[in-house]
């Protein structure tokens, strides 16, 4: 099994800034692609970035130019920067992580870390 670690969600005002991480550990054999995913009230979850394991990014069009996903393969961990951020990027942010051992692939997800971004 693979356990996810998320921190840094909270509060700030609009134009702040924020940083998750998030931590993988246990059995892990390889990572491939690392992400995070954000679900508003009322709203169903949504991919906001990720990065495979050769380091190519993609965004949710309503971050590109504000968030920046990276990851530490030593440390399996995955950052997302939030700059400029919004009262419509009020969310609770999740952590995914698809591993892959021969052919079969796995989906871990953290338990979520709330961010608030007040106007």
């Known amino acids: 099994q693979v356990q996810l670690v998320e921190s840094g969600g909270g509060s700030v005002q609009t134009g702040g800034s924020l940083r998750l991480s998030c931590a993988a550990s246990g059995r892990i054999f390889s990572i491939d692609t690392m992400a995070w995913y954000r679900q508003a009230p009322g709203k169903e979850r949504e991919l906001v970035a990720a990065?495979?394991?050769?380091?190519?990014?993609n965004y949710a069009d309503p971050v590109k130019g504000r968030f920046t996903i990276s990851r530490d393969n030593a440390k399996n961990t995955v950052y997302l920067q939030m700059y400029s951020l919004k009262p419509e990027d009020t969310a609770v942010y999740y952590c995914?992580?698809?591993?892959?051992?021969?052919?079969?692939?796995?989906?871990?997800w953290g338990q979520g870390t709330q961010v608030t971004v007040s106007s």
């Open positions: 990065v495979t394991s050769g380091g190519s990014t």
């Open positions: 995914n992580v698809r591993t892959r051992r021969a052919l079969v692939t796995s989906d871990y």
